[in-house]
């Protein structure tokens, strides 16, 4: 089963799960491709691989390989691979010809992976903010909504013939970070965390717009207003206030030609 998915960055159709801002227009160029974790094992179990390369890396060296992540975790190679890759894309690991070396970011979350799963969660949500799973998924799935894990990996799933089980495993990696959280029913919702994120932005947003100070109306202006105040242009002789009219006249007929 293949461990990548490829797609534009637009939407799939859900009646069950669309949200009205930030919809993932669909790309002209050619398709997105999204590394997708492994499918064969859990999402805890391929996090034991980054806190083997920072294991790894500690001890001195620049990288780790793979036969140091099987020594480590003693996961297969046919599963090591596939998630290698999906934490590289996700921004945890970079590779190269000496093998894998977790970024500051990894780093983070592999530390305290071994020493607190419980916390790791928390950290390993706030590195991946920047990551284009975090990105996908406030712009699929509405807070305060219940969904299955196929519901949510339908929303997320860029193009309509990806495969969809590597979007649902995906989901147990939203429930790691702390991005979903699961109900008493089983049934998954946003969890408040990302919720309450987004709630700050749009706060934030509001704030900033309230505290621009508003415009001086008899200051002059620029762009296409009149350069003029009101009591500047009452005071103005008849064939100055022509003069001004026939420019800006002159002006916005050049503008409307252009529009069309």
Not at 148 to 171: C, F, G, Q
Not at 246 to 252: C, D, F, H, N, Q
């Amino acid at each position: 089963m293949s461990a990548s998915s490829s797609g534009p960055a637009g939407r799939s159709a859900n009646r069950r799960a669309p949200r009205g801002r930030g919809a993932k227009a669909a790309s002209s160029t050619k398709p997105t491709a999204y590394r997708m974790p492994a499918t064969g094992i859990q999402a805890n179990r391929q996090m034991d691989l980054l806190a083997a390369a920072v294991t790894t890396c500690a001890t001195g060296r620049s990288a780790a390989k793979i036969r140091d992540f099987v020594r480590e975790t003693g996961l297969e190679r046919r599963d090591i691979t596939p998630a290698l890759r999906f934490l590289t894309d996700t921004g945890l690991l970079t590779s190269g010809p000496a093998g894998w070396t977790p970024t500051v970011s990894g780093v983070r979350v592999g530390q305290s992976w071994t020493a607190n799963r419980e916390a790791a969660r928390t950290v390993f949500g706030e590195a991946w903010r920047d990551s284009w799973v975090y990105r996908l998924l406030i712009n699929s799935v509405q807070a305060g909504v219940a969904y299955s894990a196929e519901d949510i990996a339908r929303a997320m799933k860029p193009y309509p013939t990806s495969t969809l089980s590597p979007w649902v495993h995906l989901v147990d990696w939203l429930e790691l970070a702390r991005y979903v959280e699961r109900d008493d029913d089983g049934t998954l919702r946003l969890s408040k965390a990302v919720g309450a994120e987004e709630t700050t932005h749009g706060e934030a947003q509001d704030q900033d717009q309230a505290q621009t100070p508003a415009a001086d109306s008899s200051a002059p202006q620029v762009g296409l207003v009149l350069p003029l105040s009101m009591d500047q242009l009452l005071h103005l002789t008849a064939e100055d206030y022509g003069a001004v009219m026939r420019s800006l006249a002159t002006i916005y007929d050049v503008l409307s030609r252009q529009r069309t």
